[in-house]
């Protein structure tokens, strides 16, 4: 199983230096397409409590309850590097329903799930509609902030 072991923004960064460049590309677009979503190590969710272990980079961040009663924190989008593809995720909804799949075809992706996608370079990727994604999906965040809860929650 692929694991980054990074406990760092800085070392994620280099964790795979053959990829670096495609993390840092991907940044440039994230904080114009989207400034109020800010950067951050995601060190995934520590043992014994629920939520995903999976490190990745965060951008903007809200919080949610699980059904143990916890608070966990969890990115508002997190891209995460996988063994073979760099993968994004995305906590909000359109009209309830995931985002992401509006955007299907569009993007330049090697795969596409309910609210993620997948690539292996960021040069892949069609930039313009990466860019309006990424875009709406701060715009949504920013005007609805709980909108990220409601999707944990199953809508």
Do not use: C
């Amino acid at each position: 199983m692929f694991r980054v072991t990074a406990d760092t923004l800085h070392d994620y960064l280099n964790f795979d230096p053959e990829r670096k460049h495609d993390l840092v590309k991907l940044h440039k677009v994230m904080a114009e397409a989207a400034p109020n979503l800010k950067r951050y190590f995601h060190k995934g969710t520590p043992a014994g409590q629920a939520g995903m272990r999976m490190k990745m980079i965060g951008y903007g961040k809200f919080r949610y309850a699980v059904k143990s009663g916890q608070s966990i924190e969890w990115p508002v989008i997190g891209v995460a590097l996988q063994k073979n593809y760099i993968s994004l995720y995305v906590s909000v909804t359109k009209q309830r329903e995931p985002i992401v799949p509006r955007y299907a075809g569009k993007l330049g992706e090697l795969r596409i799930g309910r609210n993620n996608l997948s690539f292996e370079r960021f040069d892949d990727l069609r930039v313009k509609p990466f860019t309006s994604l990424v875009a709406e999906v701060a715009e949504i965040f920013a005007s609805d902030p709980e909108n990220p809860v409601r999707y944990m929650r199953g809508i």
